[in-house]
């Protein structure tokens, strides 16, 4: 089939069309589907506290393995009328493990529940009495280290600074390893390495993969007998096949590997469950085997369709399509690529976060389909360059096939799918209070408390050059401490086993005996998240040009003007607005982002993860150039505390004036080779400058050199200022304006006033 059309939409068929009638008014919002709580009500079960009290004795990995079983089978298991591919996320309780820390406390998503009420004080008693068992690695060590280093007062003031010990913790599972052995098979593959170890810490491990595993397999033979019951009570014909067609699916998967599309499908479906539905690779690549043999019994688009309908319901974080075949090197789109990104277009949605890998070898009609899907308001998909990120990874230790492999996840972090373990945000830090430091003898201002080294003040500093060498030092400073108190805060997902269900089918971890956590991966890097890049940059800038340049503004007037937040300045602050901002292909502030950017990176590569690979740069902050904003003080630049940094490797907020062409050629100036973590880039393309093909045209062309000239991520939003301002006072009219925050895209109506007035800044 060809599925390159522009002209039209994707119709579902009308068996499909019902599904997602069903399923639609269910749907929770965004940040629900975001976290993946999409679960039925409590139902008074609290299984991870009942397997913890009926094992008081067994090893931690055992208890914990088993607990998640139960908490997957003693679930409510849905077979819905129609459905080809099932399978719902657990109810809402009060305590489920995840992949980012471990075991934890949910209880924001029961309280309000009649039922969690009757319970509560007897479930909390029951959590106080095991929670040293139930969560066996806290932040305790790290923060003991930080007070240590900076001291217990001045560490409560660090967090304006540097976020330490991770959040989230995405990798991306070895889907093709689960599709090529199957569950019995994996089965075998643990108990032959666990014959031959002596480590009792491997045994336990190997232990709880095989509960996992054999978990696994009765959760599909659960939902064959549900849908054998089902069979057995129907009378319409349609349904009845449908029902029989999927008890013969979850009984095959129970045990053999996948053979046809539908068991390929219905097993990754309920992996991914079991892992958060985290982020699912190479789908287009993962299925297209199986997408040639296809089902007799059912269409091949209603499957494919039916997939996409799950992880929009509940909340996959990334789904990666096209790019190139690992083993050669030559273009991998498919005609499932097409399939995928046309059923996306037809739901309109924000799930699941999609990126297109885009080389020189994308076929024409790619790029064609992804601007025509953003010229109607979509966010995704997101583009990433196989240029960059290949040679980017060989240069980090990566090998060729591997790098040729890589996918998006999280929120456009970068991996090497079913072998390694760095999509895991180690930890964020803020370059722009590095400034703050730099230019207020290492302190912070509104504290006053000692963060940094002693380098100086502004009015003390005799040219630009003297403050970046001290920016510098405050950086070789504070980095061994940030990298060692990320790493302090990782070891807590070792001792949890945060990764447990993710580990079985991520290399070479049944080789080695060892959880991801622990460095079980192939590949362990670090990632940090960088805030400030773009407000620093600027601020050298404006240094150079305003203070040390034509001497327009005095460093003496200057440093009054920023103690007091500008304040009785607005003068002095618009002379500083006025200076050259990254953003806008101007030499002399576009020198300073890359200089200064290639510095950090640099540095904290010389540091090792505590899982063994170096730390590598990264910025997809969310809403933490917000946060971080909140806590900055004035900086030369013209900002004001309070004042949002950005969130994405781009220009501050409404700093670039001199239009797209001129933005993305400051961002190829930067260093992004090294920031292998994934670096977005928010772009504004407003609606109507995508509404004829001509126009179209020209926008794939710019971000096809983009993509080829030194960018590495794009994430669009086509909304325009006014239908934003439209939606903050009639919201009602705007459910389905869709943009991008800082890795992620969003319902505009559903963001909160910061967030709001944030993305509006950008258009200022």
């Known amino acids: 089939?060809?599925?390159?059309?522009?002209?039209?939409?994707?119709?579902?068929?009308?068996?499909?069309?019902?599904?997602?009638?069903?399923?639609?008014?269910?749907?929770?919002?965004?940040?629900?589907?975001?976290?993946?709580?999409?679960?039925?009500?409590?139902?008074?079960?609290?299984?991870?506290?009942?397997?913890?009290?009926?094992?008081?004795?067994?090893?931690?990995?055992?208890?914990?393995?088993?607990?998640?079983?139960?908490?997957?089978?003693?679930?409510?298991?849905?077979?819905?009328?129609?459905?080809?591919?099932?399978?719902?996320?657990?109810?809402?309780?009060?305590?489920?493990?995840?992949?980012?820390?471990?075991?934890?406390?949910?209880?924001?998503?029961?309280?309000?529940?009649?039922?969690?009420?009757?319970?509560?004080?007897?479930?909390?008693?029951?959590?106080?009495?095991?929670?040293?068992?139930?969560?066996?690695?806290?932040?305790?060590?790290?923060?003991?280290?930080?007070?240590?280093?900076?001291?217990?007062?001045?560490?409560?003031?660090?967090?304006?600074?540097?976020?330490?010990?991770?959040?989230?913790?995405?990798?991306?599972?070895?889907?093709?390893?689960?599709?090529?052995?199957?569950?019995?098979?994996?089965?075998?593959?643990?108990?032959?390495?666990?014959?031959?170890?002596?480590?009792?810490?491997?045994?336990?491990?190997?232990?709880?993969?095989?509960?996992?595993?054999?978990?696994?397999?009765?959760?599909?033979?659960?939902?064959?007998?549900?849908?054998?019951?089902?069979?057995?009570?129907?009378?319409?014909?349609?349904?009845?096949?449908?029902?029989?067609?999927?008890?013969?699916?979850?009984?095959?998967?129970?045990?053999?590997?996948?053979?046809?599309?539908?068991?390929?499908?219905?097993?990754?479906?309920?992996?991914?469950?079991?892992?958060?539905?985290?982020?699912?690779g190479r789908a287009d690549q993962y299925f297209y085997p199986y997408y040639v043999n296809g089902v007799d019994e059912v269409p091949k688009d209603d499957i494919i369709a039916s997939f996409i309908l799950k992880i929009r319901e509940h909340g996959a974080h990334n789904m990666t399509l096209g790019g190139v075949r690992p083993e050669d090197g030559e273009n991998a789109t498919n005609e499932l690529t097409f399939l995928m990104l046309q059923i996306l277009r037809t739901y309109h949605d924000t799930h699941p976060r999609v990126a297109v890998r885009i080389d020189k070898s994308t076929p024409k009609e790619v790029m064609d389909l992804i601007v025509k899907m953003w010229s109607e308001g979509m966010s995704d998909p997101t583009i990433v360059s196989d240029t960059l990120v290949i040679d980017g990874l060989r240069d980090y230790g990566v090998s060729l096939e591997d790098a040729r492999d890589y996918a998006t996840l999280g929120c456009q972090e970068i991996e090497i799918p079913g072998k390694s373990n760095f999509g895991c945000e180690d930890g964020s830090f803020n370059l722009a209070k590095v400034l703050e430091y730099t230019l207020n003898n290492g302190r912070d201002v509104e504290s006053g408390m000692k963060i940094g080294l002693d380098t100086g003040s502004l009015a003390s500093y005799n040219s630009v050059e003297e403050i970046y060498e001290a920016f510098v030092k405050q950086i070789e400073y504070l980095t061994p401490i940030f990298t060692e108190l990320c790493s302090l805060g990782q070891t807590l997902r070792d001792k949890n086993l945060s990764k447990l269900v993710k580990s079985v089918y991520t290399d070479d971890c049944i080789a080695r005996g060892i959880n991801q956590d622990a460095g079980g991966t192939v590949y362990n890097y670090g990632v940090v998240e960088t805030a400030g890049l773009a407000v620093v940059a600027d601020a050298l800038a404006a240094l150079e040009t305003v203070v040390f340049g034509d001497g327009r503004v005095t460093k003496e007037q200057l440093a009054e003007a920023l103690k007091t937040n500008f304040e009785g300045h607005e003068d002095i602050r618009q002379i500083m607005l006025a200076a050259p901002k990254f953003g806008n292909d101007l030499e002399v502030v576009d020198k300073w982002a890359a200089r200064v950017l290639e510095m950090f990176w640099s540095e904290i590569r010389k540091y090792k993860s505590i899982r063994g690979g170096v730390y590598m740069g990264a910025c997809s902050l969310l809403g933490g150039g917000i946060s971080y904003g909140r806590e900055t003080w004035a900086l030369p630049d013209g900002h004001r505390k309070g004042d949002p940094l950005g969130n994405t490797m781009g220009p501050r907020p409404g700093a670039d004036k001199s239009g797209l062409t001129a933005m993305l050629k400051s961002v190829t100036k930067l260093p992004l080779h090294l920031g292998l973590g994934g670096t977005t880039l928010n772009v504004l393309i407003p609606c109507k400058e995508t509404d004829s093909d001509e126009k179209r045209a020209k926008i794939a062309a710019l971000f096809r050199a983009y993509m080829a000239n030194g960018g590495q991520l794009a994430q669009i939003t086509t909304a325009s200022l006014e239908d934003m301002q439209d939606a903050r006072i009639h919201p009602e009219l705007h459910g389905d304006l869709i943009v991008r925050v800082g890795g992620y895209s969003t319902k505009f109506v559903l963001e909160s006033d910061s967030v709001q007035r944030e993305i509006m800044s950008r258009y200022t």
């Open 1 to 280: 089939m060809n599925y390159t059309y522009l002209d039209k939409k994707y119709e579902l068929s009308p068996e499909m069309q019902r599904v997602v009638d069903e399923v639609e008014p269910r749907m929770f919002d965004r940040n629900m589907r975001e976290g993946t709580f999409t679960g039925a009500p409590y139902d008074c079960r609290e299984p991870f506290l009942d397997v913890f009290e009926e094992m008081p004795d067994a090893p931690y990995a055992i208890a914990l393995a088993h607990a998640i079983v139960r908490s997957w089978t003693t679930s409510t298991i849905a077979v819905l009328p129609g459905e080809i591919i099932v399978g719902t996320t657990r109810p809402f309780r009060r305590f489920a493990e995840h992949f980012s820390y471990g075991i934890e406390d949910q209880g924001w998503c029961v309280q309000n529940d009649e039922n969690y009420k009757k319970m509560a004080d007897s479930v909390g008693a029951r959590y106080e009495a095991l929670k040293s068992r139930m969560v066996p690695g806290t932040y305790e060590a790290m923060e003991a280290a930080g007070r240590e280093f900076f001291g217990k007062e001045e560490y409560e003031h660090c967090g304006s600074l540097m976020w330490t010990g991770g959040y989230q913790g995405h990798t991306i599972p070895g889907y093709p390893k689960l599709f090529g052995w199957g569950l019995d098979r994996t089965i075998e593959e643990i108990n032959k390495y666990d014959a031959n170890t002596n480590d009792e810490k491997k045994h336990e491990l190997y232990a709880a993969m095989r509960i996992i595993v054999e978990g696994l397999s009765a959760f599909a033979i659960l939902h064959a007998d549900r849908a054998a019951e089902l069979a057995a009570a129907e009378t319409d014909e349609y349904l009845k096949k449908t029902y029989l067609l999927v008890e013969k699916n979850c009984r095959k998967i129970a045990h053999d590997k996948p053979e046809n599309l539908l068991e390929a499908v219905q097993l990754m479906w309920f992996y991914s469950l079991w892992d958060w539905v985290d982020s699912l």
